[in-house]
């Protein structure tokens, strides 16, 4: 399992931040009920569940979802093309990603960035 891990090129910095800024620093009245990253983690969760044929497992600590887009549903069979089409209308980036966990019939992770 650990060597399917991949870490992201900011962890180090992630770690290295609160000495970098000095004094308390704290994301827990981030985290907590009316927290901003707690309420905007749970609407977008809620958006993004809203939306027929996508799911999402509610993240419990990260600041990122993987939404599951139901393959079948929406008659996609080249998820590259789909990514492309989608940046094209809607100027909304996916960067098509891989995991092991892949299942047939659901697209690979892809990391989304708006691109307006």
């Known amino acids: 399992m650990l060597a399917s891990m991949r870490l992201c090129a900011n962890v180090p910095a992630q770690h290295a931040i609160q ?21 905007q983690r749970n609407r977008a969760w809620e958006l993004i569940n809203d939306i027929p044929g996508v799911s999402c497992v ?27 089409d989608f940046l094209l209308q809607e100027k909304f980036c996916w960067c098509k990603g891989r995991h092991s966990t ?15």
């Open 19 to 39: 000495t970098a800024l000095g004094g308390y620093q704290s994301i827990s009245e981030f985290i907590t009920p009316g927290g901003r990253l707690y309420e």
């Open 58 to 84: 509610k993240p419990r600590g990260a600041l990122y979802m993987f939404p599951k887009i139901d393959a079948k549903r929406f008659n996609i069979h080249d998820d590259q093309k789909m990514v492309l």
């Open 102 to 116: 892949a299942v047939a019939g659901s697209l690979p992770h892809c990391h989304a960035t708006a691109c307006r």
